[in-house]
């Protein structure tokens, strides 16, 4: 793509040929919960007996969500990424999405490399296709997902308890080098650091298997998609708690600690956002079990603090205070 947001032009796609090329598939033989999928006015789903279903939905707009000149596979990749992530902080298992795609144009090429990029990860945690709608306007795509989880096990934001341990997944900031790299406002020579945070925001990796590993051990969770001082006080407020972090224990890539000075790192880690890494409540008696988990799926889980009596979040840096940023990413702000 180039600078602009429309995809190239290619008037010979009509709607129907666009969804029949690009998204309809062969049913899949692991899914035969799913009675009715794309083509019809709408699914029909089997949903396994004793489960609660899980349902979430993100939408990315162009320029807003994503650069201009993002690659469509990244974009169709994100697409659903961001949707897996919600479902992976439920503890849930993922099913059946459906895909609202409003584009400028009708673009076989651009199509193609959006769907690879979708359908490649929905075929890598079981997700089926199973129905939506495409219109004409500004490059916007809503996914919705579909889960479920063994009835009443959910992971929630408000099951946390005073003395429980604070910890993530992953590490946390890349996703904001990669945008100031991606907008001008971040240069650097060194290729390597470079592609390792711009791979982190270009196909971020939802933590399902962790999420579902994690129920029964954690007492709260959600996804860092808004930065850690935007989300966090969301999980402390659920739980009617307060929380303590060190931010000395934040988990920082060394591709990020080599493009921008720790200070810098630091506050991409707490407020940059798009990190898509799990945010838990761990009681300390599950804390060896969950890494234990964490360590069969090669996954960093980093303790950064603990809940207690009160409400609000006290940042701390080598036992004193610490000023965070005042707010996480905010659409409105």
Known sequence: MSGDVDPPQDTRLGEFELIERFFSRVPRPDRPDVLLGVGDDAALISVPPNTDLVAAVDTLVAGRHFPHDCAPRSIGHRALAVNLSDIAAMGATPAWATLALTLPSAAAAWLEGFAAGLMELADAHGVSLVGGDTTAGPLTISVQ??????AGTALRRSGARAGDWLAVTGTLGDSGAALALATGRLATQDVAAAAAVMQRFDY??????????????????????????????????ASGLAAEV???CLPLSAALQTLVPLQQARQWALAAGDDYELLLAVPPQH??????AARRLDLNLTRIGELCPGNGV????????????AHGYDHFH
């Open 145 to 150: 997902i579909l889960g479920h989880v063994a």
């Open 204 to 237: 971020p990796s939802p933590r399902v298997q962790f999420g579902a590993a994690a129920r029964g051990l954690a007492s709260a969770a959600m996804d860092v998609s808004d930065g850690l001082v935007g989300d966090l006080p969301k999980l402390a407020a």
């Open 246 to 248: 060190d931010v000395d």
């Open 287 to 292: 804390w060896l079990a969950l890494c234990d």
């Open 314 to 325: 006290r940042w701390t840096k080598s036992g004193a205070a610490f000023a965070a940023p």
